[in-house]
């Protein structure tokens, strides 16, 4: 199931799925309309890592040369 909410008609009654319907009869339940969720900001989709400009050892041991 996809979508719990079909429909809303011209009264405001929300049309449910019949499956959701179904199975919330079989708990005694009674399905409740919400807000869908919508994201407030744009999600940052590129860009620099933040370790992508740092130099990192992977547990070795560094050499410091001297001249």
Do not use: H
């Amino acid at each position: 199931m996809k979508t719990a909410v079909i429909g809303e008609d011209a009264a405001g009654v929300v049309t449910y799925n019949a499956s959701l319907v179904a199975l919330l009869a079989y708990y005694r339940s009674a399905p409740r309309a919400c807000q869908p969720y919508r994201p407030r900001r744009k999600a940052r989709s590129s860009g620099r890592s933040p370790t992508s400009g740092r130099t990192s050892f992977s547990g070795a041991a560094s050499t410091i040369w001297t001249i």
